[in-house]
């Protein structure tokens, strides 16, 4: 019997698409051109970068979206340029499938003298085994349907990078038609874990007199946010938001108490959980450490805290392997009576919200800004936020319903942003970004801004020009954290599409605002200048300790 | 006995210094702000760049002028957003010193839960010694002094990277002043081998009919192009450069047949290098192979080559290990006659140079913008070519005396040269970098631009806009290969200074040529036009074949 053939290139292809791959990020060059024309035929629409680092934020930003993602490069040159978002995506648990081109299968292992590498053509995939779940180097035809198979599966599974190298000569290798593709994903699950967790989370809870929810990201990575927010209303806790956890429950929910980010973010929500002798977390991106504001939090007392992830829960100090959030999350419920809130013990943040209205000649400062942005920002709108006083800022804002909130909060790479920009509104094109984006960080990935205005795209991109790194000079100035000021706003002319605006006083912001909302399909660039020493909410704290 | 104390942080500035570093390229972040306070208190200039690939590429650039260079960066986002330029300099031999900060010293070896890391602090470090020669994190200031030395001795030993994480609670601890730094930087050396390769070799010479030799980068790295200039004079053979080695010796000098780069390289060479029955490859970058154009270069008969390295000398199939290129020539050369050149069997590359004057009006063409060069291009500049089009361009350059060229030619990032430039400059004061990019090299760093304008210096900068990816055009095009094209001549305003001009026809160029003489210390930024499939010499045989 003879199956039906096509080549290693057209299956990875099709792959690719049956993950949910829809559009792909990447920059071409010699390794990977047979591969790019394979993509260019295939329903995969190909988005070309302005460099690999920015298709590598492109595509984590995309996966966090649409669910999984994908970026292929070239060799070397290519493949070591994205190691950091690569690291970031693994950091962050973004399924991510990132494809390199390489040399031929007869150089394989090792072959001197060949331009882009070392030589040796086993490091690169030694470094991204670093930064991802699983890796494959295609080198055999028969193989390479099984690789490709599970490599993408591990992806979808773990939610996390992984990464295919595919040779020059592979990409039109005959091989079998790939069937249908429909991997088994369940995460291993032990039952009797899951009730020992539930037990003596359920004894914790009982004894607690101040119990809360702290929640992370995971949920929402997992597509699991109905049935947390409906958790958190029948359990009648209080609940915090991790950064990156913040709006995975709407935030106009009775039950909130701000996003908790350390020092650096709402002084309710860290007074509560300071106070707290439980918290529940659900969903927060370490296991055995709470993920909430790096050097600046409080560690949370291991004796405290509950927390669940997408693969385990730790109960105090006692891990539970095999038990999934998901799972674990279904179960406490069960076995919880409903309970009312006592809505009189919890601040929502939205109560101490001053009104703005913009005072003509007046300067903007970043927290007249955040508020009027409170009233902007719709749920039409998707929410991304750089490393740094931006995403402080951002954890100021106080978001509608149903929005979107992208930030990398964790590993926090400065400059994701704008490529982020680019991969959300590709993913979700019925929705109009608003980023938010410091002048430090707009300089190491800025150019993508081009890739923006080449796909037609219409995010809103406010640059809070401080006019330096603001973080580093709140920690430690020095003239190391001074920049080039640039003419931020003449660069969407350069690149050849959309507007841009200088904005230093409340009612110039007016004007941009209103043309912003006028151009609903054009990218508005609107450069805000803020003080050298205007720091969000929560970098004043900081600066005051 | 009570030595007189200093702390980790400034013994290794002060190491800095000695080993001939006078600027640091990097950018700062929350792991590394200690340390950058050092640098900036220590005679070093540190240069802020816009992102860490572009100050590794910096680093990297001036490392080939000024015999060693430095990058400083952040931990995780930072140090493995420069993966590549680090990889780049290992791959070529390029000396670069790379500093890392990293989190507190009680953190390691792992320690969940800390941004800008994945948890694993064993991982930057591991990645790094696959681009360096040396590694070390400094954890006991009892033993950092050593460290350093030993990993800064091995940099300037082997001219390939090495890699320093400094945790930042190790910045202030106090360890022992530094004393001279004196380290031994002799290669192991082995006088019989030496004898042997050397007998074999002029035993080779003695019966080969058509000798020739062909020139690669170590002797420039090594500090030995005069001696290799007089051992080429000495011996009357013809000689090509490899492209890495272009002007490493004199392109003027008699003996000279032009660039051998494969079929991508002067034609001349080509030939001469293919009919040769023994090939002398001096410093070429290889031991096992010759590297010389990658995968369009005829693989050279092992048994009609000796290749002589930095630290080892292949005669045919046999390794003599211990044998440096200078001893190898330095002896080579004493036992052999002084002969003349038969010079009449050696075309040399200027003879057939088309004398150039303007067309008004006239389009341009890389073919005529290459011969305007000739004259323009004085010993007083410095060439950079960036990866691509514009490399392929500047072999078909014929150069003075005594200029510097500077390029990726093995390694081959695209985005290489606008970075070199800013770093070929500070290591090279008094001359004024020429530099050619094409327009998709140029989008990928194309922001540190405005770094060698905030440093005031004045490189004149030729954008080759084919719009879109050239090279990639000729090996196997598609819309892959398309890019967004840019305003480019309006970017040095948006970035703060020196001046751009957008030209079209050959008269524009002369009047952009002359403005940029008449500005001997400004940037000029000049974006020539040309045709999508306008490609460089050897780029059209490529397609050709």
Known sequence: MVNSQTTVGNYLTRRLEQAGVKHIFGVPGDYVLGFFEDLQKSPLQVIGNCNELNAGYAADAYA?????????????????????????AYAERVPVIIISGSPRTGEYPERHGLHHTTGDLTVQRDIFAKATVKSAILLDPKQAPAQIDETIAACLRSKRPVYIELPVDMVNAPCPEPGPFSPDLALPCDPAAREKAVSETLALLANAKQALILVGVEGYRLGFCKELEEFITHSGLPFAASISGKSVIPEKHPQFLGVYYGILGHEAARTAIEAADLALCLGTLETDDVNVGGPVAQRMDPKKTVVAASDCVRVNDRVFEKVSLADFVTALRSRMPRKEPDLAKIPHP???????????????????????????????????????????????????????????????????????????KLAAPARRPVVFVGDGAFQLTGQEL??????????????LNSDGYSVERAMHDGPFNDIQMWKYSKLPEVFGGGWGAEVKTEDALEQALSLATARPDSLAFI????????????????VGK
């Open 350 to 424: 939205s109560l101490s919200r001053e009104k703005y209205s913009a005072v003509a000649g007046q300067k903007i400062t970043l927290a007249r800004f955040a508020r009027r942005m409170d009233g902007f920002i719709t749920s039409a709108n998707l929410i991304v936020a750089d490393t740094g006083n931006a995403i402080l800022f951002s954890a100021d804002l106080y978001l509608p319903k149903d929005i979107e909130y992208i930030a990398q909060s964790f590993y926090a790479s400065i400059g994701f942003s704008v490529p982020a920009a680019l991969g959300v």
């Open 527 to 542: 450069e805000l200048h803020i003080d050298r020493r205007d720091f969000a909410a929560g970098l004043k704290k900081l």
């Open 64 to 88: 966090r979206i649409n669910g999984v993602g994908a970026v292929c490069v070239t060799y070397g040159v290519g493949g070591l340029s994205l190691v950091n978002a690569a690291m970031g």
């Open 450 to 463: 081009s890739t923006i205005i080449r796909q037609k795209l219409n995010p809103i991109i406010f640059l």
